[in-house]
């Protein structure tokens, strides 16, 4: 906590003295190599007094820089991991501080503050000689979270997928402290989402929402925002209930778009909570619909046609441009009923010749959940 901005000392007036005076101080009482570390804090709180947030993330920086110098220094302890989380959770904290502070447009700090927690991240996981009581290895997953947190800020998501190499293969990947791997799991699930692995995000997302604490009012709704569109993707759809205990009722007109297949609604939706990147849809006349409500379109057509299990692709062109899909044609309807085909959504085939989406007569429609996703 004597490392910390967030402890009461800083607000200590002995601090605001002349800077050669408090370096004399720090070299009376200190030895190499925790005279930098020292001074570096007091660079840090002087930023602080001055109301200086770039100044005060440079000093951090530097801070943090020193301490992973004594962290490496270290043989066959660990004592250190919990003050190198708390330094490198307020150095991401003052980054994303000036982030928004300069409106996006500082992305510097967030790619300087990566480099400085890769740079400890190297000193855990290269911790091979000692017991597993004594590893640096207990601090890799708290640096993780924080650096995909940064990844996924700066939209270079690629990076992730080292760092969860690097903690799947750990032999302590299940040992880590609780609500850091609650975290890590959060954060995977997002990324397999975004790669639209919705099964692997459904696995993610709801560990990360059955295991974060109950108290955690605020943690659990986050982790629903995403787990919510990955649980419509695979054919469930949110209750009422749940909607309205977490404050999640935007999804409400969403999930009954969904469920009855209305395209028009759904974009509608969508557009009006402003939730366009949670289901993988784009801001044009013709979005990427989702596997769930393509399917419930061809139900849809079935019962309309009376059971018949061919289905016209022009009724299809007509029934989507009805729901303001104007610039679609038949091409583009085969493109969509042949990815739902592929992707187990659908059984059946398209007899380009005739026109027609001819769909199996026993289970055309397998239950989303039970679909094998590619």
Sequence with gaps: QLLSIKDAHIQNPSFKQREDVLQHYICQRFT????????????????????????TFDAQLGLLQSFSRVLQSLKDENWAISTMYLLISELTALAFRVYYYTKGKSTEVLEKSAEALMSCFRICAG??????????????LGIVNNLFKIYFKLNKLHLCKPLTRAINSATIKDDFLKSHIVTYRYYVGRKAMFDSQFKEADENLSFAFNHCHTASRKNKRLILMYLLPVKMMIGYIPSNRLLSKYRLTQFLEIAIAVKIGNLLKFKEAIAKHEVWS?????????????????KSVCQIFLFLLMGTHQLPISAFVVALRSMQEEDIDADEVECILANLIYTGYVRGYISHQHQKLVVSKQNPFPVPSQVTLR
């Design 32 to 55: 190499p190599p925790y005279i930098d570390l020292i001074a570096d804090h007091v660079k840090v709180i002087a930023a602080i007094h001055h109301y200086d947030p770039r100044h």
């Design 127 to 140: 911790d091979s000689r000692s017991s597993l009581e004594t590893s640096k290895k207990w601090g890799m």
């Design 278 to 294: 949670l289901f993988n849809v784009r801001k044009t006349k013709n979005p990427n619909l989702s596997k769930s409500l393509q």
